[in-house]
T-cell receptor, first 113, second 108 residues
Framework: EAQVTQNPRYLITVTGKKLTVTCSQN?????MSWYRQDPGLGLRQIYY???????DKGDVPEGYKVSRKEKRNFPLILESPSPNQTSLYFC????????????FGSGTQLSVL | SQQGEEDPQALSIQEGENATMNCSYK?????LQWYRQNSGRGLVHLIL?????REKHSGRLRVTLDTSKKSSSLLITASRAADTASYFC????????FGAGTRLTVKP
């Protein structure tokens, strides 16, 4: 089944403890992206990647890192999480880029205490 | 900055009625897409309309695009309780930008 898989679904952590949210797609998509969703603000893009080893900042990249070493994986790294990064995170992918239909993961609800 | 802005923020209707949501955007686009999100879940693609198209249909969905006004509308006809969800428009610009969404409630 074609899908975008995010893990974990829920995560509670403490300030400053490094964490990684994984994202994997099995559709051979070139484009992958991370969003955060906060009440009243909609989805805001954190980082995106047009292909392997090609990443770029979105609207809210501060405090996040990403890597794209393989086409299928696009992990989101929080080196030193802070409470303002408490949010619902989504990974998404498409075949070639922003002009195309995005496939979304089920989301990761992160709470930073 | 958010590219798409949905209006209204919330909409409540009875089952069987039509629901219309609007989206405005600021810059030139290649296409505009509509997505649906059930509470807290991932977004699901509904329909894509290209900048050279004016109207597109998919089942009970009808999308219009007016590039001169930089606006789009999503019409859901004969709504059902299962249509209760948030609806987002997204434009491509440099990369995909989403609005804050319209929360649709369809009462049985």
């Amino acid at each position: 089944e074609a899908q975008v898989t995010q893990n974990p679904r829920y995560l509670i952590t403490v300030t400053g403890k490094k964490l990684t949210v994984t994202c994997s797609q099995n559709m051979n998509h070139e484009y992958m992206s991370w969003y955060r969703q906060d009440p009243g603000l909609g989805l805001r893009q954190i980082y995106y990647s047009m292909n392997v080893e090609v990443t770029d900042k979105g609207d809210v990249p501060e405090g996040y890192k990403v890597s794209r070493k393989e086409k299928r994986n696009f992990p989101l790294i929080l080196e030193s999480p802070s409470p303002n990064q408490t949010s619902l995170y989504f990974c998404a992918s498409s075949f070639q880029g922003a002009n195309e239909k995005l496939f979304f993961g089920s989301g990761t609800q992160l709470s930073v205490l | 900055s958010q590219q798409g802005e949905e209006d209204p923020q919330a909409l409540s209707i009875q089952e069987g009625e039509n629901a219309t949501m609007n989206c405005s955007y600021k810059t030139s686009i290649n296409n505009l897409q509509w997505y649906r999100q059930n509470s807290g879940r991932g977004l699901v693609h509904l329909i894509l309309i290209r900048s050279n198209e004016r109207e597109k249909h998919s089942g009970r969905l009808r999308v219009t695009l007016d590039t001169s006004k930089k606006s789009s509308s999503l019409l859901i006809t004969a709504s059902r309780a299962a249509d209760t969800a948030s609806y987002f428009c997204a434009t491509d610009a440099r990369d995909m930008r989403f609005g804050a969404g319209t929360r649709l409630t369809v009462k049985p």
